[in-house]
């Protein structure tokens, strides 16, 4: 009984750590999203404050829509869309529409540059790869 209550004990830490871990990563690229997509933008420091809690908030969502809907991709790009129009009002309101569109082109060249990386950091040889935490 105790070897059973000792392995349940580290499954459910272990489990509590890499979910942890995941929801961290997330947030550091949703804070890296949010810059890019501030920096190209030029949105102002009042602009800026208004747009991070929602785009906090959008971010949320989308990555629970990414996760929820990937075994059937039409019905993920349809998601995605209704969310992206539910949100483009939202900006509206404190970038503008031309802002706001652009929010959804910025986040998508973010992620192809993030992808791109990605493979080019795969492709280096072992010996040559830089550690960064």
Same mark, same amino acid.
């Given at each position: 009984?105790?070897?059973?209550?000792?392995?349940?004990?580290?499954?459910?830490?272990?489990?509590?750590?890499?979910?942890?871990?995941?929801?961290?990563?997330?947030?550091?690229?949703?804070?890296?999203?949010?810059?890019?997509?501030?920096?190209?933008?030029?949105?102002?420091?009042?602009?800026?404050?208004?747009?991070?809690?929602?785009? /906090? @908030? !959008?971010?949320? *969502?989308?990555?629970?829509?990414?996760? +929820?809907?990937? &075994?059937?991709?039409?019905?993920? $790009? #349809?998601?995605?869309?209704?969310?992206? /129009? @539910? !949100?483009?009002? *939202?900006?509206?309101?404190?970038?503008? +529409?031309?802002? &706001?569109?652009?929010?959804?082109? $910025? #986040?998508?060249?973010?992620?192809?540059?993030?992808?791109?990386?990605?493979?080019?950091?795969?492709?280096?040889?072992?010996?040559?790869?830089?550690?960064?935490?």
């Amino acid at each position: 009984m105790k070897k059973l209550l000792l392995i349940l004990s580290i499954l459910l830490v272990t489990a509590h750590t890499v979910k942890a871990q995941d929801e961290d990563g997330d947030d550091r690229i949703r804070d890296k999203m949010r810059e890019y997509i501030q920096l190209r933008l030029k949105l102002n420091k009042d602009e800026a404050d208004r747009f991070t809690p929602i785009f /906090i @908030r !959008y971010f949320r *969502e989308w990555r629970n829509t990414l996760k +929820e809907n990937r &075994s059937d991709r039409l019905i993920l $790009q #349809q998601k995605v869309v209704e969310l992206r /129009i @539910r !949100y483009r009002g *939202e900006f509206k309101e404190i970038i503008g +529409e031309r802002k &706001s569109n652009e929010v959804y082109k $910025q #986040q998508d060249i973010f992620i192809h540059e993030l992808k791109t990386l990605k493979q080019e950091r795969m492709q280096k040889p072992l010996g040559r790869r830089r550690f960064t935490p």
